[in-house]
């Protein structure tokens, strides 16, 4: 069975949930899918999709929170059974292997990563970015490509908001050492191949803090080295009691100023439409697929 992760969830080590991470990697192909999500699909052809492995929980609190389930609650796997996982998301015609929020499984996915990969897929590596260099290290060579977030670049915000002043730091050196793997951006086709899309989820009210993560990006990397993408699907939801300003949409006009702030430092990449938000977009956490 996949162990219990060491203390590898984030910079800190800590676990943010008190308690175990489950163990569950449910793979299911999400047909067509969001274009942001790692180039590895072939937009507007519903045909294609990605191969998913979901993570309940990641390595870092966020809200809203999300959906509770059971302690515990997943399937245990082998590693020859993920490695079978894989493989039938090849086999439903699936354009890459994607692992969402993967961080805590590490040491077991390098290991499985050493087979090679049914039907040549990309792996791509579906993280917030609470990482650490020397962990991410383990999969030099393994990922194709590498999708992080970048939440904040403000401690107190990331305080506030995920309990982790130091997740800006650590975010961008876990960034940078993506992009010392993967170097500049390559796609075939329109599809991304190998590089780093860098994601960021714009906030109720923190345009400005969507716009210091932008000039962080511009300013670290050569124009169109790496993707970024302006994902605008914030939904409420949970209790947000103690967090007022969380309690609401995205207006249309917070998106317009970022995507054009996007726009004047010419960063290549996505920006989302707000009609790619709301609760029908949150996916079923029920085992599909094992």
């Known amino acids: 069975m996949l162990p219990l992760p060491p203390p590898v969830r984030g910079p800190a080590g800590r676990d943010p949930w008190g308690g175990l991470l489950p163990d569950a ?16 699909l072939r937009l507007g052809n519903s045909r294609d999709g990605d191969g998913v492995l979901l993570r309940l929980y990641p390595g870092l609190r966020v809200l809203p929170e ?8 997943g399937k245990p796997l082998t590693e020859d059974e993920l490695y079978a ?57 393994r990922v194709d490509v590498y999708l992080p977030d970048l939440k904040y670049v403000t401690p107190s915000l990331a305080e506030r ?28 086709n329109g599809l991304l191949k190998s590089g780093v899309l860098i994601r960021h989820l714009v906030l109720p009210g923190q345009v400005n803090e969507a716009k210091r993560v932008m000039d962080w990006v511009a300013d670290t990397f050569p124009s169109g080295a790496v993707l970024f993408s302006l994902m605008a699907q914030y939904t409420p939801a949970g209790e947000l009691g103690g967090f007022p300003e969380l309690q609401r949409p995205l207006r249309p006009s917070e998106l317009r100023a970022a995507k054009m702030y996007m726009e004047n430092l010419g960063l290549a990449g996505y920006v989302q439409e707000l009609g790619s938000c709301g609760e029908r977009f949150i996916p079923a956490f029920d085992l599909t697929g094992l």
């Open 85 to 141: 996982a894989f493989q039938r998301l090849a086999d439903q015609g699936a354009s890459c292997i994607e692992l969402v929020t993967p961080t805590q499984f590490t040491h077991v996915l390098a290991r499985v990563l050493e087979r090679p990969v049914p039907g040549g897929l990309p792996v791509v590596w579906n993280s917030g970015g609470y990482e650490r260099p020397d962990v991410l290290k383990t999969l030099e060579g």
């Open 66 to 73: 999300p959906p509770h389930q059971p302690a515990n609650f």
């Open 25 to 40: 990697l449910p793979p299911r192909v999400r047909p067509g899918g969001p274009p942001l999500l790692g180039g590895a």
């Open 161 to 188: 908001y995920s309990g982790a002043a130091d997740y800006p730091e650590a975010a961008k050196a876990a960034i940078l050492e993506m992009f010392r793997q993967r170097g500049t951006a390559r796609l075939e």
